[in-house]
Every structure is written in structure tokens, then in C-alpha cells.
């Protein structure tokens, strides 16, 4: 198939779904294994099914000088920690978060993240435009329509969301900073690795892992690990040789919509006028920070 602008829009609102429906995996898979086996073992999924493009990236790269090599590693290696470490605590208390809210409420509140970058990125000399401010301002009118209790409150599971979103963000100015000096798929396994590594680490400590826990919970596991991270991750690195960096934003804030679709597909999930208020409000706050989009082209997936 031609990799046309087309069919690199297509390819990347597959993606959006396949994050969006991901949440309801995360969802079903709280059933019956805690937040970091899960998390743990669909990373471990993840990086090993990104190996073979690993490989296939190494026998196609030229050769190269053997202090350049190494230097390159030490930039995986370091970049990889980084990266996964903030990775790590998105996805850590995005995985918590899950347990205590709606597939729906979980993936728009996680697509704020779009907003949050060129906020964090004030902090490092990076311009806000005025588009960012109104949308800003838009989102958090939806997200107190969506999850706030009374004048201050705010569920549990709604908080816990939030707060990974704020390392999402960060993670996009991470990878951003990085992607231009790594090969994708060499800091994607990295990352992926640390992330698998901790929340294992985590699991054995703080938590029970069962064999037959993780029968069960093999199928929202799989999607999570293999469609999730490797496939819509692969689709993204594939479309964005095409796809214009704005166009690649909007499509991806589609996520939040399908998360919102499968959770009442699959599990029946609703929301009352006030939450599907506090919805439209927070895509439209999305959308509205994109309009500055060519500020900052780095917003990817929020590996969910």
C-alpha cells in the first residue's frame, strides 16, 4: 500500500482507536490482576514484540564508526532510563486511576496531556500562544463538569488520572528532546524495558501474581501489550513520515472519543448530561490547543 497523506490519516486514527478501546482492556484486566503485574507484564509484551523491528533496523544500518556506536548506546541507555522512568509513573497511576473510574472519564481526562505540553514547556523557553491559554481555560471547565464533587473535590480515580496526564506531558517533552538523537524503536524498547522491569519489581512487593490471575487476564494483557504498544506505536512512527504534525495531533485526540465509545460498548459505562457536557468541553479545549500545534511537534501517544 502507497503511503499516501490518506492513508497516513487512516493509519493513525487506527491508532487513536486502538488506544482509545485500550482503556477497556485496562479496565477489564483490574479484575483480575493488580495495576503493576499488568502494567509490568503488557510492557514486557511491548518492547519483546518491537525486537524483530530492531533487528531489522540493525542489519539495514550502515556501518558506523565504533566511538559513534558507543556513544549512541550510552544515549539509548540513558535516554531510555529517562524516558522510562516518567513513563513509568504516567503509567502507574494512570493503571490506578482506572480502577476507580470510567474507561470514558479515563480517556478524555488522559487527553488533556495535549494541553499540559506547551504549558510544562514554558519552563523551558518554549512560547504558549493564546490558543493554548483558551483551551487550557476550556478543559478545566469540562473536567469539573466531568468529575468534580462539590466545590473542591474530585473522584479519586478522575485525580489519579489527572496527575498521570501531567507525566504524559512530560514524557512528550522527554521523547521530544530525544528523538532526534535516538532511533525510535532503539528508546522504545529501552523505555519500555524500565517501565516492565519497575513495575514488576513493584508487583513482587506490593503485590500478588498468580498464574492463573494472569490466564484470565490474558486477553486485555495481549491487546494491551501487543495492539496498544507495539502495533498503533509502529503505526504512529510509520504515518507520521506523511502525515503533517497537525493533522497527527487532532487525529490522535480522537483517543479520548473512542475510549469514551468503548466503554459503553463493552462495559456499559454512561454519563449523565453534566459528564457529556464536561466531555465536548474538554475536546473541544483539546482541539483548541493544537491550533498552536507548530509550536511543538512532538505530541505522541500516551501508550495506553
Request: hydrophobic content about 55%; some cysteine; charged content about 10%.
Amino acid at each position: 500500500m502507497k503511503l499516501t497523506p490518506r492513508n497516513a490519516n487512516l493509519m493513525l486514527m487506527l491508532a487513536a482507536a486502538i488506544w482509545g478501546f485500550a482503556f477497556v482492556a485496562q479496565r477489564v484486566g483490574m479484575r483480575y490482576v493488580g495495576p503493576l503485574t499488568f502494567n509490568g507484564v503488557r510492557f514486557a509484551l511491548g518492547a519483546a514484540a518491537l525486537i524483530p523491528l530492531l533487528m531489522w533496523g540493525r542489519r539495514n544500518k550502515s556501518n558506523s564508526p565504533a566511538n559513534a556506536e558507543l556513544h549512541d548506546r550510552a544515549l539509548v541507555l540513558k535516554g531510555g532510563l529517562a524516558a522510562g522512568l516518567i513513563l513509568f509513573c504516567g503509567a502507574t497511576l494512570q493503571q490506578y486511576g482506572v480502577v476507580y473510574t470510567t474507561a470514558g472519564k479515563a480517556g478524555f481526562i488522559t487527553g488533556l496531556y495535549v494541553v499540559f505540553v506547551p504549558l510544562l514547556g514554558l519552563f523551558i523557553g518554549q512560547k504558549t500562544g493564546r490558543f493554548v491559554w483558551a483551551g487550557a481555560v476550556t478543559a478545566a471547565v469540562g473536567l469539573y463538569l466531568l468529575s468534580a464533587r462539590g466545590i473542591m473535590g474530585i473522584d479519586l480515580g478522575d485525580g489519579l488520572v489527572l496527575l498521570s496526564a501531567f507525566f504524559w506531558a512530560a514524557h512528550v517533552l522527554v521523547i521530544g528532546r530525544l528523538s532526534r538523537r535516538v532511533a525510535p524503536v532503539r528508546l522504545a524498547v529501552a523505555q519500555f524495558t524500565v517501565v516492565s522491569v519497575l513495575s514488576l519489581a513493584g508487583a513482587v512487593m506490593f503485590e500478588t501474581i498468580e498464574l492463573e490471575a494472569l490466564r484470565r487476564a490474558a486477553l486485555p494483557i495481549l491487546y494491551a501489550g501487543l495492539l496498544s504498544v507495539a502495533v498503533a506505536y509502529t503505526l504512529q512512527v510509520v504515518a507520521q513520515q506523511r502525515a503533517r504534525p497537525a493533522h497527527t495531533a487532532i487525529i490522535l485526540s480522537f483517543e479520548s472519543v473512542f475510549a469514551a465509545l468503548g466503554g459503553w460498548l463493552v462495559l456499559s459505562e454512561g454519563l449523565s448530561t453534566r459528564g457529556l457536557i464536561g466531555c465536548a468541553l474538554m475536546l473541544a479545549g483539546i482541539l483548541l490547543a493544537q491550533a498552536d500545534s507548530d509550536q511543538y511537534h512532538e505530541i505522541g501517544p500516551v501508550e495506553s
